[in-house]
């Protein structure tokens, strides 16, 4: 739609931050609704930031992936080998998308986390992984945010008024592990209304699962090793319920805990025969 109170787009890196200012990446959610107050629109897609770098810098090997990378060229990446479950991943949260490739052409990685929905795959992707956020300044000053932490409440990240998100990093350490993934929705291609990530760390059995799209921000449940199925629900279940499940369209919150619960069940048996 139209953002008529818009006045004018600059680069994203232009130095003054006003007020009115927004950051604008695909822009397939900023233009869906309208934005009361924005006057600005900031564009980071024009920074010409690397979509994705196997990056060892600063002591932080892993993969970065770009905040204006978008779904289809994170769907094209093919991870060096020494990554077993990051191609699987990627293409399965990808798919989780209710979108065409015309959404997945210019939809980014980062607009995603930003946006801050529910059933943001980018957040479960991120979130398998426990990526972290590089969130910086226009000064240049910078902080990374465990990414349960980066997304607070459905449409509300934690970002101050002149933050913007720069890339999400994906430890070496997470990529070597194994990757479980499960996905439930109303309908075959219907928005995620519960979806766990599992992942092993291989070499010291930790598991750890989170929830998304059942809950309203990311929960995450970590066992210093595998744990029979019926005391893990019962974790997940515990922790998931005294934050709440989430309600909306797509999924009655006492549905989505009860397909969450079956899912956990699926990712461990998943992860377990991995390992094996
Ligand atoms: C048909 C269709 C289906 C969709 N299906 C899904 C779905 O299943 N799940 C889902 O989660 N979403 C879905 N979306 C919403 C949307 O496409 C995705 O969330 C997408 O990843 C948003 O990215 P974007 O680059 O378009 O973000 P934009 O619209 O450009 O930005 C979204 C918000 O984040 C802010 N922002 C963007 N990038 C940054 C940054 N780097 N730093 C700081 N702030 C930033 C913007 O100011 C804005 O507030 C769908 C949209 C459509 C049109």
Redesign the pocket.
Known sequence: MDLPTVEAMVPGDEADWRPGD?????????F?RPQQGVRRLRD?TVLGWPSLAAADDEGRPGLDIA?TCT?ATLARYRPPARWPDLAVAIRRCCD????SWK?WN???V???L??A?P????ISLAAAFDARCDVRRLSGERRLVPVDAFVVEPGVAA?QPGE??HAIHLPERELTGRIAVRRASLHPLG??AAFVTGHLDVESGRLRLTVTAATPRPVTVSVPAPTAAASLVDMVDAQVSAEGWHDDVHGLPAWRRHMTLRLVEQVRADLLGAAR
């Open positions: 927004c950051w604008l990446a695909g822009g397939t959610v900023l869906s980071l905040a779904v989780a998308f209710l979108a959404i210019v939809a980014t980062g607009g995603n930003c946006a929905l059933a943001g795959p980018m970002l913007y998100l928005r995620s």
